[in-house]
């Protein structure tokens, strides 16, 4: 029996699986899909966020501020992708001043670093493709770039490191509490007890929430949909760029991404359906609309994909984080939207000491606080890659040609624990299909390393979840005779 069951393998689950690792604790983490970051963590604005929107004395404030200032040692101790390139709010004329007045003082309260105001000359200076009729803005050095799949792998890598363990494809069902611990049901035949719970469900931690408590939380999913640039493009602004926020959130951003690419997005749409990351022409043509009037000509034609996720927003407008009033051992990670990336590593710090105080658990003396990333052959000089082929030829063999992947490291992204056993686990590890021709080329070489490192047949090799077998299971033959 575990002491304690993670609920979710997102970005929050997994960096408090980290931080619980550092004590002496059994520990198993419980995923509905098939690998880590397949929720909302897995398609946001990759942002990490200064601070200087939430609310003063919300626990957005707090533990958006603490994470941006864990981000640095992070990125060190984990080997995470990480730059501080700064942010704008940036107002146009028509915009309301005060507004921009107003976030600067919430970011002063919330105690934001370095938050200035600038005035047109250097704005323009600063952002030589920013429209015209931008006329000041809000300046946060503090505010970085991140690769949430990196975070949340590299956080999953290192608990599993420290002894706890991921169980995936299983969906939890039901939670009864019992002479106080915790029975938890899962798909088919799963079972298992836990002394502590905790929730971090995402947009169905409200569900997950429910089954235990009599006090309801309601999750109202917000679909926002991104255009991603191809490199190209990748330096048309140097900071992240935002417009001023509303009440469906903080707005249009264009940024720059850790591997060169630009972003754009996303909207805000409502929707009732957890599962819908389909993307439409109306919303992205509100994205685009906010481009063309944000920037002065957005190379919007360099345009690799589009997609869109889902954030779980909780109609109390805050993180919902702490014990269950009425069912102690039961931890809440509920709404958790933007900042949420930001505030990942912070929240999984709280929510660590409280689950380890609850049971009494000390710390190890032996926990490892570092791990190293997968070697990034295109990264590498001529001479630090050839050492590397030298002591493994499978990096010397290119899979995917536009973000020069080799063998060696999609092999290692299967290798590790927990490793991937997809081609989207492949691509969020190691960018395999990530780029310009968005897997068009590499797909069937990655498939083939797939089926031979995990020993399926190649028609079992499937692109994410369990209905998404990239050979279909028919027998062609037979359509053949049904069609004549």
């Known amino acids: ?23 002496s604790l059994d520990i198993c983490v419980i995923e509905k899909s098939e690998d880590v970051c397949c929720g909302t963590s897995k398609a946001n604005s990759a942002l990490i966020h200064a601070g200087y929107d939430a609310a003063p004395g919300s626990l957005k404030a707090r533990f958006n501020i603490e994470g941006n200032k864990m981000m640095d040692r ?23 001043r005060s507004k921009l007045e107003e976030l600067y003082e919430r970011g002063i309260k919330n105690g934001v670093e370095g938050l200035r105001m600038i005035e047109k000359e250097e704005l323009h200076e600063k952002e030589p493709n920013i429209a015209e009729d931008a006329i000041a803005a809000l300046y946060a050095p503090s505010a970085g770039i991140v690769c949430p799949f990196g975070m949340t792998s590299a956080f999953a890598e290192n608990a599993c490191t420290n002894g706890v363990k991921f169980i995936f494809d299983t969906k939890v069902t039901d939670i009864v509490n019992k002479d106080g611990s915790y029975e938890i049901s899962g798909d088919g035949a799963f079972k298992t007890t836990a002394k502590a719970v ?10 997950i929430h429910n089954m235990v408590s009599s006090r309801k939380y309601n999750i109202r999913t917000r679909r926002g949909c991104y255009y991603l640039l191809d490199k190209s493009a990748g330096n048309f602004v140097n900071h992240i760029i935002f417009t001023l926020p509303n009440a469906m959130g903080k707005g249009i951003v264009t940024s720059p991404t850790v591997h060169g690419n630009l972003i754009v997005g996303p909207d805000a749409l409502e929707t009732d359906d957890r599962e819908s990351t389909c993307t439409t022409a109306e919303e992205l043509d509100k994205v685009r609309m906010c481009v063309n009037r944000n920037l002065k000509n957005p190379p919007l034609k360099a345009v690799i994909t589009s997609f869109a996720g889902l954030r779980a927003h909780e109609e109390n407008g805050d993180f919902i984080i702490g014990e269950c009033e009425d069912a102690p051992g039961f931890f809440d990670c509920v709404g958790i939207e933007s900042p949420g990336l930001s505030a990942a590593p912070a929240i999984g710090v709280y929510v660590a000491e409280l689950v380890a105080g609850k049971l009494g658990a000390g710390k190890k003396e032996n926990f490892i606080s570092t791990r190293k990333g997968i070697p990034e052959v295109s990264k590498l000089s001529f001479e630090e890659r050839n050492a590397l082929i030298a002591r493994n030829p499978a990096y010397g063999n290119i899979i995917c040609r536009c973000e020069t992947i080799s063998e060696g490291e999609i092999i290692d992204a299967i290798r590790r624990r927990p490793g991937a056993t997809t081609l989207d686990g492949v691509k969020r590890r190691v960018r395999a299909g990530m780029g310009r021709c968005q897997a068009g080329f590499c797909t069937p070489r990655t498939m083939e390393i797939l089926a031979r490192e995990l020993d399926i047949p190649l028609k079992s090799v499937r692109k994410s979840g369990p209905d998404s077998l990239m050979i279909p299971n028919i027998d062609l033959n037979e359509k053949f005779r049904q069609s004549e």
């Open 198 to 207: 905790i929730n971090a469900a995402g947009v169905y931690s409200d569900k």
């Open 74 to 96: 992070l990125a060190a101790d984990l080997d995470i992708h990480f730059k501080r390139i700064g942010s704008y709010v940036v107002l146009f004329e028509g915009d309301d």
């Open 1 to 23: 029996m575990p002491d304690v069951v993670i609920i979710g393998a997102g970005v929050v689950g997994c960096a408090i699986a980290r931080e619980l690792s550092k004590y």
